[in-house]
């Protein structure tokens, strides 16, 4: 089986100020960890993801994420958090090897960059 | 740029109903997905295919049903609606190719079944 925790429903942060977004996961196999973001009616759009290499992912908008095996974590930061960042994040997991093709997704964390 | 679209945006419909939702992907990919989102429980697959005519079930298939007969498209239909469907129904396709791992997604249905 496989499952991701995201600890928090919300993250306050100041805009110009460091922020971090947690996630947790649990797989069988090799993880193939995302990160989606989802802005007020609209789909998810994909930000980054880790499937193997450099632990430290960089993806769009200025967001990276860091893949901490022995931790079983793939928090998501920014340096400087911007008003335009406010929005709904989910972080997923796939197992690489013969899992099910389909990503498991956690329950969202809420951002909320305050001007 | 792929593409995925969804029939309607909001749809309203009444208990025992049989309701359609018809997802297109313009980029022929193999794997095609339905999920709901709710408040609190994030997204939960109902049914997956990864090929024509082929389907599995996801976590949560009581009560929905899909059909794939074209690699396009991919439907769900929910045979008796119930209050307890209403939710954000979400397609996203993704390709069967080697290192092809991101998932595309559709803007999304809200059902409401009154």
């Known amino acids: 089986a496989q499952s991701v925790a995201q600890p928090e429903d919300q993250v306050n942060v100041a805009e110009g100020n460091p922020l971090t977004v947690k996630c947790t996961y649990s797989?069988?196999?090799?993880?193939?960890l995302f990160w989606y973001v989802q802005y007020p009616n609209r789909g998810l759009q994909f930000l980054l993801k880790y499937i193997t290499g450099d632990n430290l992912v960089k993806g769009s908008y200025g967001f990276e994420a860091e893949f901490n095996k022995s931790q079983t974590s793939f928090h998501l930061k920014k340096p400087s958090a911007l008003v335009s960042d406010s929005a709904l994040y989910f972080c997923?997991?796939?197992?690489?090897?013969?899992?099910?093709?389909?990503?498991?997704f956690g329950s969202g964390t809420r951002l909320q960059v305050q001007p | 740029d792929v593409k995925v679209t969804q029939s309607s945006r909001y749809l309203v419909k009444r208990t025992g109903e049989k309701v359609f939702l018809e997802c297109v992907q313009d980029?022929?990919?193999?794997?095609m997905f339905w999920y709901r989102q709710d408040p609190g429980l994030g997204l939960r697959l109902i049914y997956f295919s990864y090929d024509v005519k082929m389907k599995e079930k996801g976590d949560i298939p009581e009560g929905y049903s899909v059909s794939r007969e074209k690699k396009e498209r991919f439907s769900l239909i929910l045979e008796s609606a119930s209050t307890n469907q209403t939710s954000m129904y979400l397609c996203?396709?993704?390709?069967?190719?080697?290192?092809?791992?991101?998932?595309?997604f559709g803007p999304g249905t809200r059902l409401t079944v009154l």
């Open positions: 797989v069988s196999g090799n993880p193939y």
């Open positions: 996203a396709s993704r390709s069967g190719l080697a290192g092809a791992d991101e998932q595309f």
């Open positions: 980029m022929d990919h193999e794997n």
């Open positions: 997923a997991v796939r197992d690489g090897g013969k899992g099910r093709r389909a990503l498991t």
